[in-house]
């Protein structure tokens, strides 16, 4: 299985600010981008699932290049409650395989 | 509806002993999946059930993991005998059918081996 590199912060960003952090895969067969999130000693968590289209939720949008194979999330007015880790995930699915890879995860700590 | 049920939530055993993590699926979820997280690297695929069947156990570090999902309703990972590096976090998920959509997690079993 192939890699999912993030960088793992930590962010460290004032409330309501906005924060974009981005992960790269190499696997160029991959087929279906998700970013999750998980608290801490908690399990993970989809936030969003990831279209090359680009696609928003609410403050959260998510972007994908495939040329590049890059990812990207993007936080609007940043709240307190969105300090977490976010985890960068990709699918490929064939040959028998069908499973998550996961980033290693990005470090968010939202400041009041 | 009930999530992904996983058991115990913690346990310590000692090196050379056994372990055995069980995974209650989402009811009707044909497809069963084992991950890990090891202290400072990301969290890794082990295994895939489809219904009773192991459908890709290309994750599994060694011959000491054994997972088993009779019927294929709920899952059993042991670990034996257990080794310090079996350390970590053990996580099950369980989807519905094919497609890339709709994993979910269990809490996790959080795995000390000393």
């Known amino acids: 299985r192939k890699e999912v590199e993030q960088d793992p912060g930590p962010f460290n960003v004032p409330e309501g600010a906005t924060v974009a952090f981005n992960c790269t895969y190499s696997?160029?067969?991959?087929?279906?981008f998700f970013w999750y999130r998980q608290d801490c000693r908690k399990e993970p968590k989809l936030l969003m699932s990831?279209?090359?289209s680009g696609n928003e939720d609410g403050r959260f949008t998510a972007q994908l290049n495939r040329a590049s194979q890059y990812i990207s999330l993007l936080i609007r007015d940043s709240k307190l409650s969105d300090s977490a880790t976010y985890l960068c995930?990709?699918?490929?699915?064939?040959?028998?395989?069908?499973?998550?890879?996961f980033g290693k995860g990005t470090h968010l700590i939202i400041q009041p | 509806e009930a999530g992904v049920t996983q058991f115990p939530s913690h346990s310590v055993i000692e090196k050379g002993q056994t372990v055995t993590l069980r995974c209650d699926p989402i009811?009707?979820?044909?497809?069963l999946y084992w991950y890990r997280r090891v202290m400072g690297k990301e969290i890794k695929f082990l295994l895939h059930?489809?219904?009773?069947?192991?459908?890709?156990e290309s994750g599994m570090p060694n011959n000491r993991f054994l997972a088993e999902r009779t019927g294929g309703t709920y899952s059993t990972l042991k670990v034996q005998p257990a080794e310090l590096e079996d350390s970590g976090v053990y996580f099950c998920?369980?989807?519905?059918?094919?497609?890339?959509?709709?994993?979910?997690f269990g809490s996790g079993t959080r795995l000390t081996v000393v």
């Open positions: 696997n160029s067969a991959s087929q279906s």
């Open positions: 990831v279209y090359s």
């Open positions: 009811s009707g979820h044909d497809n």
């Open positions: 998920a369980s989807r519905p059918g094919t497609g890339s959509y709709g994993y979910t």
């Open positions: 059930f489809v219904k009773e069947s192991k459908q890709d």
């Open positions: 995930v990709v699918n490929w699915i064939g040959g028998g395989a069908d499973g998550l890879t």
